[in-house]
């Protein structure tokens, strides 16, 4: 044991190293949280042209579906490990809301980079300058449907080309003199021919630009056809590219292109054509001169397709043009199936090109593009008293660890107190290597995460005393208390690595957030625990710092035979009673926060300057008339500009309310109807009883104009309508006629879907608020001092959830693999598959009571806790504590197994009372620490208070469930093994 204690300490200094070198390399302080440091609220819009398109599109994706997934793609892309405080919404018909924590202004403006790239993958084929070995043969659909063929002629189409930015760049210039949107850009220069009739279809010839590295490296290329005498920077071309697009003066010189062919037998009207939803398995690689490279495989689908388009065009350029950028051009030497490779030119990619390529390509595309309306900086969304309590709370806590370690092992004590402090040192040098932003919630999470690695040093100390009891020398003890104890650490920590990494492959945001940092605290507790600790055993022993034996308190005697397995039975029927109760508990009820359920965001501005605490705090008190409250779940956000109206300054406050929207159809008709009558003014007849489909709470709204219309008419007529607050409530939904005419397509009846959640009361939410702030809201001059709304309340819409549409389905099928995972781990390791499903069923068992009693105590107003992105991951953290408790036990019985008489009960139920000291201070340690959270964040309803509440009724369960339910579960299956095989032999 004491061998190579050098070398070992060499090791812990090496490590040490690396770990003040991350920190010093990525300093925590630049990546606090939005709710310990304020940061940034970028409001972004869809393009108008992009809403037409999709709002034409009858086939494919509706709209709704295309912003809900135009969220989802965004969420990855800036946050791909999960481990960012980034919050994504959509807020309204067309806008997207980004909270992101104070950051470099690099960091943010590569999140405005990546917000606007649609990620639109293409491989049409090069022609002229980009051909490979010779130019393709044109083949172009004609107005009258027949074909013809067109010759190339690449000085032709230059002309037209320049001929038709030159003619389109007087409006651009226009339209951005007047803050508009210019229609034509660089991104559509010319026309040569269409496919079809409309405009916005695809043509079959079109000229891109080179991408800005690309063009870059032809650029300063010397002998190469666009060799220019300067050295050109990739951020130069970027720049021209970035003013050409928004209609800015460029440098001309430095924008690259070339004309790509759409051939139209495959990109043609009702062809699909290849793009990114035809890719998968991304991955990084190199090209044959070893620069880098992407690899991807072409979706087994259309493997045969692609085979054929690449036979087709052998000798030809296949183009990747991504974002309307030509990334390469490598000619196609045979047909390609399957495998395929982008490369980057001579020298590969750079590496954020790469890494932006294959983040892309993985995300998925935008069919919507959005454009950037506003940024504002905002404050810290937590107020001082609630992060001083929860900072106290959070150090109290770990002082609690500190003091039991020492005062109950001793000298032990104090080597398991070096671990853990250096296992914080590791974990927060982990976190600063992601470069995972830290809240408060993040910060009590890890000292819940320390307490809970004090289980290993327990694990080992116990075992060093059961060692010590048998007469073993003190050298003899250590080593084997090391030895018995790795193998169990092993195991229970080696389970939830496996449900860590499913999580993170199949789980989305802070689902695979939260696996990449439990991944880091088992690396860092298993270091500390089982290298540190015993190199410092190891030293002292060998120093002869400690003799004889090691003093430790005992609170559980050792001689403890206590029939755990005799009350199985009344813990059975209160495990089933309790899982129904909690079942019904959560379906009966509504448990979730802002983070599921979305509501309303109403930027409010006041005279003054009160704290957003001040301001929520008010907000809370408005009841309905019934005298329940009206939102039950509020956040604030106060802006850091404050704006003067009246000659006196005031400030902003973005407030999010949780509006539980569930109209009838009157309440639905009343919402819809005096707006169509705005819109439509006289030509408005009257408006159908509303229906609305339940699976997905989209209201149908059928409206009668008194003459016939054209459908299109109606359309933008209902798309257009802004209410009283400047807000359009129908932008995005599709309007379609009954019973058109066939003849001049007019209607008198139209309809249309709309979710119910864009149905806000706003006349209602505008009325409380100002009875609240009356006093101190912008008022009108002149008019008896009346609230100027338009000042007051100058944005007021729905939001969408901060998380991905799917993530509620993500993280179940998560979970499961996980516990199959589990199951099939276990019953390798333990040679036998009843401990594996015992262990499952423990943790669904854990999980659901604790399900139960949170929404049960957060339902009747006891503690504050709705099912917010915090609580999640509290749940998830019982899921691996439940495991943790239930394989050391298991690994107990495994070891006794052979060693002691008795049945299977009997060995089992020994097996508790062996482990019984290590269970009750594990828990009592962990329970301990998130109670001081729980009493020193009660009532402040901040994310602390639900997730300590949370995790300290998983400390109670997941003890519970370890003996009460796994154990007798696996006696169970035990002898439901040994009837069969009786009953087998007869």
Sequence with gaps: MTDKIMLRWIVICVVVLLAAWSLAENPLEDNLGIDLRGGVTLTYEVDSDSIKQARRDSSGQSLEDALEDTVRVISARINTLGVKDLSVRREGSRRILIQAPAMLDTELEEIKRRMVQLGQLEFPIGMGRIKG??????????????????????????KQLADRIAQ??????????????PEENL????????????????TEIVWKPWSAGEAASRLNQPGGDDYIERTVTQEEVQAALSNA?????????????????????????????????????????????????????????????????TQKFIDHAKCLVLNDEIWSNPTIQSALSDSVQITGGGTGFTEEDQTWLIDCLQSGSLRLRPSLQSEDNVEATLGDEAVASGVLATMLGGLLVVVFMVFYYRFSGVVAVVALVLNLGLMLAMLALFQATITLPGIAGIILTIGMSVD????????????????????????????????????????????????YQYGVGPIKGFAVTLMAGIACSLFTALFVAKTIFATAIGKELIRGGLNMTRWVPADLRWDFIGKVKKAAVASVVGIVAALAIFFGSDPYGLDFTGGTIVRMTLEGDVTSQEVKDQVSTISKDDGTTLFPNVAVTKLVEQREIGGKAHTSYDIHLQTVVSLDSSEAAQRV??????????????????????????????????????TESASETVNAHADTTGRRPFEIVRVLPVSPNPEDETATAFRFEINEKSLIGKDEILEKLIGVFGDKLP???????????????????FVGPNVVANLKQQAIVAVILSLIALILYIWFRFKEIKYGFAAAIAVFHDVIIALGVVVLFNSLGIVHVPINLPIIAGFLTIIGYSLNDTIVLFDRVRENLGNIKGSFGEIVNHSINQTLARTLLTSLTTFAVV??????????????????????????????????????LVIWFHDREERRAKTAKG
């Design 133 to 158: 070995k010779k130019d393709p043969t044109l083949k172009i659909y004609n107005e009258d449907g027949s074909t013809s063929v067109v010759e190339f002629r690449e000085a032709d189409f230059d």
């Design 168 to 181: 389109d760049w007087p409006a651009i210039r226009k339209a951005v003199g007047e803050g508009r949107q």
């Design 187 to 202: 991104y559509r220069p010319g026309k040569p021919y269409n496919l079809v009739h409309e405009e916005e279809a695809r």
């Design 245 to 309: 697009r928004k209609g800015a003066e460029y440098d001309k010189e430095l924008i690259l292109g070339g004309w790509l062919y759409f051939d139209p037998d495959w990109y043609g009207a009702g062809r699909r054509g290849f793009s990114g939803r035809d890719v998968k398995n991304v991955s990084r690689g190199e090209d044959q001169l070893g620069g880098k490279a992407v690899n991807y495989e072409i979706s087994r689908d259309r493997q045969g397709d692609f085979e054929d388009y």
């Design 456 to 503: 290993a040093n327990i694990l080992i100390f116990e075992r060093i005393r059961e060692e010590l009891s048998k007469g073993k020398t003190l050298v003899s003890s250590v080593q084997t208390g090391f030895d018995r104890a790795f193998v169990t650490i092993i195991d229970a920590n080696l389970t939830t690595v496996i449900t860590a990494v499913i999580l």
């Design 673 to 710: 109807e005096p707006e169509l009558r705005l819109a439509f003014a006289e030509a408005f007849d009257h408006l159908d009883e509303p229906t609305k489909d339940e699976r997905s709470d989209e209201w149908s709204f059928t409206f009668h104009l008194k003459a016939a219309t054209a």
């Design 779 to 797: 008022k009108e001059s002149g008019n008896g001092g009346a609230v100027a709304q338009a000042l007051a309340f100058p944005k007021l819409n």
């Design 931 to 968: 109670f001081i959270l729980l009493i020193l964040n009660y009532g402040a309803e901040s994310p602390i208070e639900g997730i300590a509440f949370t995790l300290m009724v998983g400390v109670l369960v997941g003890t519970y469930s370890s003996i009460f339910i796994a154990s007798p």
